[in-house]
């Protein structure tokens, strides 16, 4: 049974940064993408980029180019976002999820990490 | 761009629920795909394809379209089906793109 496990809530002060943590498990990590997907307070789902873990190559969102980093370490089968230079407007839960390749959707998903922003 | 519509929709169970997703241009129905969120949970996917259920889902859920214009149905309502949908994109460019959400509650 495919299981992804993310990190704790965190609350940071602006111009901080987070990282968000993803344990996966049931599966071969390697043969997946994860992607990281957020949602601000009472809004919609908001897709940041996604990761292919077999060879570590990565693709954003526009918006957040140059602020956000996705990582992964087969040999713990974890996969991390850290993003730069927060501000109140990321204040979101963060989700992790596993890139179907045949579906090119998102099929499994973590709980959910609250990032905080606030001074 | 994916606009859904209705916003809001007000239902009663057994009724039967149709969602709309329009694309600002032709999209390939290969990567669209709908989600459902209750509170305080995560998505879960539904449909993918435009219209291959998800490992699970009941068959109540289906979905249509190409083009444009994209349809999730729920034939008949559960209790358990009162919830936010999703639909979403995959484009090689942009990556992944959702639509706005459509709830869907309880009359």
């Known amino acids: 049974q495919v299981h992804l496990v993310q990190s704790g809530g965190e609350v940071k ?39 292919l873990p077999y060879n ?60 905080t922003v606030s001074s | 761009v994916l ?17 709309s997703c329009r694309a600002g241009q032709t999209v390939s129905s290969s990567y669209l795909a709908w989600y459902q969120q209750k509170p305080g949970q995560a998505p879960r996917l539904l449909i ?3 219209s291959s259920r998800a490992t699970g889902i009941p068959d109540r859920f289906s979905g ?6 994209f349809i999730l149905s729920i034939s008949r309502l559960e209790p358990e089906d009162f919830a936010v949908y999703y639909c979403q994109h995959y484009d090689s460019s942009s990556g992944w793109t959702f639509g706005q959400g459509t709830k869907v509650e309880l009359k």
């Open chain 1, 13 to 51: 002060k602006p111009g901080a940064s987070v990282k968000v943590s993803c344990k996966a498990s049931g599966y071969t990590f390697s043969h997946y993408g994860i992607a990281w997907v957020r949602q601000a307070p009472g809004q919609g789902l908001e897709w940041m980029g996604w990761i």
């Open chain 2, 48 to 50: 993918y394809s435009a």
């Open chain 2, 64 to 69: 249509s379209g190409s083009g444009k214009d």
């Open chain 1, 56 to 115: 570590g190559k990565t693709d954003f969102a526009e918006n957040l180019q140059g602020r956000v980093t996705m990582t992964t370490d087969t040999s713990t089968n974890t996969a991390s976002m850290e993003l730069r230079s927060l501000t109140s407007d990321d204040t979101a839960v963060y989700y992790c999820a596993r890139v179907d390749p045949m579906a090119v959707a998102f099929d499994s998903w973590g709980q959910g990490t609250l990032v």
């Open chain 2, 3 to 19: 606009t859904q519509s209705p916003g809001t929709l007000s239902l009663s169970p057994g009724e039967r629920a149709t969602l």
